[in-house]
């Protein structure tokens, strides 16, 4: 079953990273992936999350794909959700750093939103045909989740959720020392749909995020002496026309 199909019937898709990488490389070029990767080195304190623990780090960024699949980076600005989708930071703008701009238009993050972009136009579609006339408003976060024996990290704090956007990729970049952080999927009922991990560099997620909801579980150290996080990008698309 092709992806696009698989997300129109399921509403979600767990990508092993081999077919994952093959895809993104049909859509441009992955070859500064370990520079991209490094770049999760540099991130800053999830401030909002400080009194629950310093163990998420954070940049964030906004972009605009037209019609014609054009991506522009947007002024930076705050991350907004309303509490329907957050209990912990609903109603809240909140100000993250932002991604750097060698990141931010790196060959890899290029590469991503050009397949995503591509990807989301097809499921939209009734025909599997790329939707004219759509643009989308992109964010995109990159997560370290570390993890102490005395403190596991949570990759979701606020529980199972949906987003409140049209779809979500969440693509794992690194994973060190770690255990769980499993995902489950579940529809708009609390039914669960299924489960999976993301374990290898571009394991992917593919949510439908109008149709159903996800959570991850903590992640903790297998070895509690050494330091252990969990990378992923996760970027989100809505239509805004």
Not at 131 to 152: K, N, Y
Not at 204 to 220: E, Q, S
């Amino acid at each position: 079953m092709s992806l696009d199909r698989q997300l129109r019937d399921d509403g979600f898709a767990f990508v092993h990273a081999r077919e994952m990488r093959a895809a993104l490389e049909g859509c441009g070029s992955l070859a500064d992936w370990d520079a991209f990767a490094a770049s999760w080195n540099d991130l800053e304190v999830d401030p909002y999350l400080a009194e629950q623990g310093r163990y998420r780090r954070r940049r964030y960024a906004m972009y605009a794909i037209d019609p014609a699949g054009t991506i522009a980076r947007k002024p930076h600005g705050p991350h907004y959700q309303g509490r329907e989708y957050n209990q912990l930071f609903g109603g809240v703008e909140r100000w993250f750093e932002p991604i750097l701009p060698a990141v931010a238009g790196s060959a890899s993050m290029q590469t991503i939103l050009r397949w995503t972009d591509r990807l989301f136009l097809h499921v939209s579609s009734t025909d599997g045909q790329r939707l004219p006339h759509v643009s989308w408003h992109v964010e995109a976060h990159q997560f370290r989740i570390e993890a102490r024996a005395d403190a596991p990290g949570q990759p979701t704090p606020e529980g199972t959720h949906r987003d409140g956007v049209d779809f979500v990729l969440v693509l794992l970049v690194s994973r060190e020392n770690i255990t769980s952080g499993t995902t489950t999927v579940f529809d708009r009922q609390g039914k669960a749909l299924g489960s999976f991990t993301l374990t290898d560099p571009c394991d992917a997620a593919l949510v439908d995020d109008n149709r159903v909801a996800h959570g991850v579980t903590p992640v903790a150290p297998l070895d509690p002496t050494a330091p252990a996080h969990r990378d992923v990008l996760v970027v989100t698309f809505r239509r805004s026309s």
